[in-house]
């Protein structure tokens, strides 16, 4: 079954660096999302993406935070100036269109841990 | 997106029934019924969604009530694997992302 992969598993970053998290989502799916888990927390929508630009967004998701689909496969998210408050699960999903679950349901990748210190 | 209500936590018995209830009085009628589940340290996982008719797949069942007003999630047999936290989600037909609430922990005693 076609899954939405997530690298790296798990990273480790000092307070003030920059973090690319990477997601590879489903070949054929055109709508791709961020959400983020906090420890203990609920998940939270951090943006949307869809032909190439920035669908919706969050209040989260502020000028620290960007996305970008850099070539056909990857779709990313950038966190400049990480704060650890930003230590959390950061989930990558992504959904097709038309009928059926196709177009219903968003698929979520296994997550990237960032831990920022 | 309308707002759902589920119990914090439930438990059930292995290789038991569960039904997992979920109160959404103010779906409107474009609001599809979702339900998403959690693993320990996974991401979320479809599990199944339906609009106004009872739905069945491998994994679960989903009742409706008449009135769309409440929602229950179906596991016919409960398996230690089937301990996570269940999310009821609405999101509209021509709606994008969804809002996760803070679910149901299912606790599966063997």
């Known amino acids: 079954e076609p899954e939405v992969t997530q690298t790296p598993s798990h990273q480790v970053t000092q307070m003030g660096q920059e973090v690319i998290l990477r997601c590879v989502p489903i070949s054929n799916h055109l709508y791709f999302y961020w959400y983020r888990q906090i420890l203990g927390q609920k998940v939270e929508f951090l943006v949307s993406f869809y032909n190439n630009e920035i669908s919706e967004k969050s209040e989260i998701f502020d000028d620290q935070f960007s996305v970008e689909r850099p070539d056909g496969s990857n779709f990313t998210l950038k966190i400049r100036s990480t704060k650890l408050e930003d230590s959390a699960m950061y989930f990558c999903?992504?959904?097709?269109?038309?009928?059926?679950?196709?177009?219903?349901?968003?698929?979520f990748g296994e997550g990237s841990w960032l831990t920022v210190v | 997106d309308a707002k759902t209500t589920q119990p914090n936590s439930m438990e059930s018995n292995e290789e038991e029934p569960v039904h997992l209830p979920c109160n959404h009085s103010?779906?409107?009628?474009?609001?599809?019924i979702h339900w998403y589940r959690q693993l320990p340290s996974q991401g979320p996982e479809y599990v199944i969604h339906?609009?106004?008719s009872n739905v069945n797949n491998r994994m679960a069942s989903l009742a409706i009530a008449e009135d769309r007003k409440s929602s229950t999630l179906i596991l016919h047999r409960a398996t230690l694997r089937d301990a996570a936290v269940y999310y009821c989600i609405l999101r509209a037909n021509t709606g994008n992302q969804f809002y996760f609430g803070t679910g149901t922990s299912l606790t599966v005693i063997p």
């Open positions: 339906g609009l106004t």
């Open positions: 103010t779906i409107s009628g474009t609001d599809y």
């Open positions: 999903a992504s959904r097709g269109i038309g009928p059926g679950n196709s177009g219903n349901t968003i698929y």
